[in-house]
């Protein structure tokens, strides 16, 4: 049984900071592309970071320079370092995984964590 487990989220001011933890377990999780997508509240759910089995890294505009993603295979371990955090990046954050960044949305997800960007 695969299992995608999100941690990390939580209440953080403007300008703050927060890691996401994403721990796989059931998959050779060094074999497979990892993202995070975030859906705020009324909107759809949007990939914002994505490392391949490679190491190769994408961002959406919206964060890049902020946010930061890695990953650590020894551990079955995806990361999302968030800095300078606003409060448009309120959502929740959900981690993903598949053979490839192109085909991965249909395949394994995590539970999601809340973030909220408030003072």
């Known amino acids: 049984q695969v299992q995608l487990v999100e941690s990390g989220g939580g209440l953080v001011q403007p300008g703050g900071s927060l890691r996401l933890s994403c721990t796989a377990s059931?998959?050779?999780?060094?074999?497979?592309?990892t993202g995070w997508y975030r859906q705020a509240a009324g909107k759809q759910r949007d990939l914002i970071a994505s490392?391949?089995?490679?190491?190769?890294?994408n961002y959406d505009d919206s964060v890049k320079g902020r946010f930061t993603i890695s990953r650590d295979n020894a551990k079955n371990t995806v990361y999302l370092q968030m800095n300078s955090l606003k409060p448009e990046d309120t959502a929740v954050y959900f981690c993903?995984?598949?053979?490839?960044?192109?085909?991965?949305?249909?395949?394994?997800w995590g539970q999601g964590t809340q973030v909220t960007v408030s003072s």
């Open positions: 993903n995984a598949g053979p490839s960044i192109a085909t991965m949305r249909i395949h394994y």
């Open positions: 059931g998959i050779i999780f060094r074999r497979h592309a």
């Open positions: 490392i391949d089995t490679d190491g190769i890294t």
